[in-house]
Structures are given as C-alpha cells and as structure tokens.
C-alpha cells in the first residue's frame, strides 16, 4: 500500500515536472537570455577574445529585378543566410521535451555586422525579426534583401552583351582578428540552387554565380566573400525594334534612287528616312551610358548607316542641282536659237519682198517647208498680174501676204520643235555627269 502511494506520487511530480520544461520560455529561462539582454546582445559572443568569430555566409539569388545600363545599377532579390556559433548558449534536448531550436527576436542576441560593398541605397525589404539558435549554441539568421547596387557596365556589344555584377561582403569594423568570414558553398551549388528559386529574370537570362572568398593576410585586415553573377542579355527585342528596322531605313534610302529627279519627292522622302533614323539614335542615347570608354558597335552600326544616307542625300541633292542647271542651259541656247532665226527670216523678207508686185514670188524662200508650192503660186499669178486690173491685183496681193504671214509662223513652230525634239534626244552636258554620278 505504501508502495503504491510512493509510485502515485512519483507519476504526479514527473508530470508536473515534464510539463513544467516543455516550453520554450524554459529554454529562454534556462539560458537567461531575457534577464541578461544587453550582456547576450552587445558583446562578441566568445569566452577568450582572443577567439575569433567564424560566420558562414550563404546566398541565393531570387530574382533579377532591373539592370540600368544609364545609370550602372543592378538590382537583385536575394537570399542571405548567416551563420555563426555562440559559446554562452547550450541546453540539453532531453531536460526540456526534446526542444532543439528555438526561435527569437534579433535584439536578443549579438550578430554580425556584415554590409556589401556595392549596395548605393539602403536595404527596401524589412529585415526578418527573428533568428533561430539551437542546443549546441549555432545561431542563423535568414534575410531576403532587394539590392540597389553599382555595376561596371560593358556595352562594347550591346545587344549581345554579358555583364558580371559583384555582390562583396564584408565586417563594417571588425578586422579578422575578431570575425573570419567563410562562404558555405561553393560556386556549383550556389548555382544549381539559385536557378531552382529564381522566379523573374526581366530581360536577363541568368548563366551562373562564381563565389570567391578573400582571406584577409594579416589580422588587421578584413575578409571578403564575393558572389558574382553573370547574366546575358535577351537581345531578340532589340534585334526586331531596333536593328532591323535602321536595316529596313537603309533600304528604303537605297530604293529611292529609282524616283524620278524631276520632282521633289525623292529629297523629301530621303530627308524623311534620314530623320527616322535620327529619332532611332536619340532612343539609344537613352539607353546606353555616357562613361563608357570604348563606342559600343551598335553605335558604330547607327552611325554608319546615317553616314551612308547623308551621302546618299548630298548626292540627290547634286544630281538634281546638275539637272538644273543644264535644263536651264537648254532653255536659254533655245531662246537665242529662235531669235536669230527669226530676225534671219524677217531680213530675208525685209531684203526679197519689195513693194513691186513683179518680185511677190522671192518671198517665199523664207518659208522653208512651203517653199515650192508657194512659188508655184507666185509665178502662176504673174501673168494674170499683168493682164488683169490693178484692184484684183491688190486684193491678191493682200491675201498672199495674210498667207506669208500664217507660214512664217508655222515655220518658227516647227523649227521651236525640231529643236526640242534634238535636245531631248541628246542631253545636256551636265545631264551626261549627273547620270555618270549616279
């Protein structure tokens, strides 16, 4: 019976005792972490400060977020996970239900005071507000940070361009004499593991991550874990809206030599071409920074392509001042060439139509095409001149001359397009060059 009692009694305080330590305000408690706050929180957790700190450091890219070639920024979502050991913190699992790790606010305990290097604009992401520690004093924090930091862009051959960002982390003032920094993977699973969570890529495409650790040669130095990620650009956007289209400007530039140069529409639709491409190069300028020491080939491409269709313009603009001038030329050979042979024609007649009606016949040599059926008629009428009376004479006379007057018109006419029809069917001079040029 008392046995009995003894055993009850003893199932009683191990319950009470069990449920007692099963929590993880015991641990808490256990370790004295909330009474001894500041001491757990501001001092380098080591017994001899002889003892430096080793922190492993590990991260994951999640995302590429943008990269602005204008201004150098890449802007990364990545994972950092920190771990490291502190020797004032250790419980035995089996006194406390098994509890191995325990979560808590990161004012409790001190951590390490890492920072990147290229970071230009404080963390946008909230850091994550709890940490984690386990039985044998290991302590890890787990933060996702949004990156805006400087990149060395190479756009030699933008579209086609690879870039490599460096994400350098490093102690703010702690030397390796108190923190040694260690990357916990290497490059190939910093890798495989990036592009198993990588969710966008924007217009990049992610090819891998190269880890490097930069151990500090003295203790005053400070060590540095450098994670650099290379990436590729998507160039099929820039191939469709920006190469091939300055191709397709050349194109129309060349097609346009077989307008006509009579008109103006082949200068204005040149000028047309030249200027769409001009707008093309201003959106470049947008895009490409003004530090780089080399002039990208997509650049060079733009420019000799406008180079090409400057000359193309200069020399319309040529051809058609050559064409000008040797039109005007022609209009002005033309008006002399009529001139003289009217003042010929009215010497002519002023020397072989006298007032006698004996000498009518001798006017007809001015008229070159009616010259013989003209003198026929004149020497018909002589002699019905001599035997008919003088008024019928007159009246003849006077129709004979209405009707030299109709023939010599019809005679510059037609000499006006003999000569027309000769210059048209061989060019002028500066016509000749203005075809040889083209």
Not at 189 to 194: L, M, P, V, Y
Request: aromatic share 10%; hydrophobic share 40%; charged share 25%.
């Amino acid at each position: 019976m008392m046995l009995t009692g003894f055993l009850f009694l003893l199932f009683l305080t191990d319950g009470v005792y069990s449920e007692r330590h099963c929590s993880y305000q015991d641990v808490l408690n256990h370790l004295n972490l909330t009474q001894n706050k500041e001491l757990y929180s501001m001092t380098r957790p080591v017994k001899n400060y002889k003892r430096p700190t080793l922190v492993y450091l590990e991260v994951l890219l999640y995302a590429i977020l943008d990269v602005v070639e204008k201004e150098q920024k890449f802007i990364p979502y990545v994972w950092t996970v920190m771990r490291w050991h502190n020797e004032y913190i250790s419980w035995d699992p089996n006194q406390f239900c098994g509890i191995d790790n325990v979560s808590l606010p990161t004012e409790y305990l001190w951590k390490p005071d890492l920072t990147i290097e290229e970071m230009t604009e404080k963390d946008k992401a909230p850091p994550s507000p709890y940490l984690s520690i386990n039985d044998k004093g290991d302590v890890e924090v787990q933060n996702d940070q949004v990156l805006v930091s400087t990149c060395r862009m190479h756009i030699y051959n933008f579209p086609f361009d690879i870039q490599s960002c460096n994400l350098s982390f490093k102690s703010v003032i702690h030397t390796a004499r108190d923190i040694r920094l260690q990357p916990s993977d290497n490059s190939s699973e910093a890798t495989e593991w990036s592009r198993e969570v990588m969710r966008t890529q924007y217009e990049w495409l992610f090819i891998n991550m190269t880890v490097t650790a930069n151990n500090a040669s003295d203790m005053f130095g400070q060590d540095i874990v450098i994670y650099t990620i290379t990436m590729k650009r998507r160039s099929i956007l820039y191939i469709v809206n920006f190469l091939v289209p300055v191709l397709f400007f050349l194109c129309l530039d060349l097609a346009s030599f077989l307008i006509s140069d009579s008109g103006g529409e082949k200068l204005s639709f040149k000028v047309t071409v030249l200027l769409a491409v001009t707008v093309l190069q201003l959106i470049l300028n947008e895009i490409l920074p003004a530090t780089s020491n080399r002039i990208p080939l997509i650049a060079v491409y733009c420019i000799g392509i406008f180079a090409l269709m400057l000359l193309s313009l200069l020399e319309t603009i040529l051809v058609m001042h050559l064409i000008e001038k040797d039109s005007q030329a022609a209009k002005e050979n033309a008006a002399d060439s009529g001139r003289s042979r009217s003042e010929g024609c009215d010497e002519q007649d002023k020397a072989n139509f006298p007032n006698s009606h004996r000498e009518a016949h001798e006017w007809t040599q001015c008229a070159c095409i009616y010259e013989g059926t003209a003198g026929e008629t004149l020497s018909e009428l002589q002699p019905v001149a001599k035997e008919g009376n003088s008024s019928k004479l007159i009246e003849e006379y006077h129709a004979l001359e209405k009707l030299s007057d109709e023939l010599r018109e019809m005679e510059k006419t037609l000499s006006l397009l003999l000569n027309n029809r000769k210059e048209e069917e061989k060019p002028g001079y500066w016509t000749r060059v203005a075809k040889k040029s083209i």
